[in-house]
């Protein structure tokens, strides 16, 4: 079964915006991920986040991890036109597996 | 200097052919995995190959049998395509042994494979 889900599932705003999306999840996890999609092209990561951290950040990336709500959110400030994307959340637990959730696909207009 | 690198880009074949997507990566990762991205832009797990061992092998058809001849390749080749085999397909790799929980999966291009 689907591990992670993320809202909302498409996201419209205005260069220079902040855009927030959030990502819940089922079991147990060791990390949460976040990755990037350009359209017809492959995901790239963007940020980990640790089971025992509870926030994280990378540039213009804000992340935060709630295990007890088992819920994520993913902050994008002062966001650009290149930001447009798909973005997704994957967990990791102790095996090899990663779960993605559906994505949300962000528009940012100029 | 790609580092998941899968051909062809694109296939479009009519059903009941068999075709080949093939992958390499360059990363040195001990793991390699292949993902199957619907129309909804939904990712699921196919199957995942540890140092040329299978170790996840979700519900897919036996049609779809993967194939890695060393650690720095994973081809999945199709028999008997149908129209609902029609989607994007990612290799990825990330390294897994050891302490490397942390360590992100690296993606493909993706392969858009077009039934008809």
């Known amino acids: 079964s689907q591990q992670g889900e993320e809202d909302p599932q498409a996201l419209s705003i205005q260069e220079g915006e902040n855009a927030t999306m959030n990502c819940s999840y089922k079991?147990?996890?060791?990390?949460l991920q976040w990755y990037r999609q350009n359209s017809g092209r492959g995901l790239v990561h963007l940020i980990l986040?640790?089971?025992?951290?509870r926030e994280k950040h990378s540039g213009r990336l804000r992340v935060t991890l709630d295990t007890s709500k088992k819920s994520s959110s993913l902050l994008i400030t002062a966001s650009r036109a290149a930001d447009t994307a798909s973005y997704f959340c994957a967990t990791r637990n102790y095996g090899q597996n990663f779960v993605f959730g559906p994505g949300t696909r962000l528009s940012v207009l100029p | 200097d790609t580092a998941v690198s899968q051909t062809p880009k694109y296939l479009v074949t009519q059903m009941g052919n068999d075709k080949s997507i093939k992958c390499e990566q360059n990363?040195?990762?001990?793991?390699m995995y292949w993902y199957k991205q619907d129309s909804k832009k939904f990712l699921k797990i196919m199957f995942s190959y540890n140092n040329k061992e299978l170790i996840i092998n979700e519900t897919v058809p036996n049609r779809f049998s993967p194939k890695s001849p060393d650690k720095a390749h994973l081809n999945l080749h199709i028999n008997s395509l149908e129209l609902g085999d029609s989607a994007v397909y990612f290799c990825a790799s990330s390294q897994v042994g050891g302490n490397s929980y942390n360590s992100p999966l690296h993606f493909g291009n993706g392969t858009r494979l077009t039934v008809t």
């Open positions: 990363l040195g990762h001990d793991t």
């Open positions: 986040i640790r089971s025992n951290e």
């Open positions: 079991t147990s996890i060791n990390n």
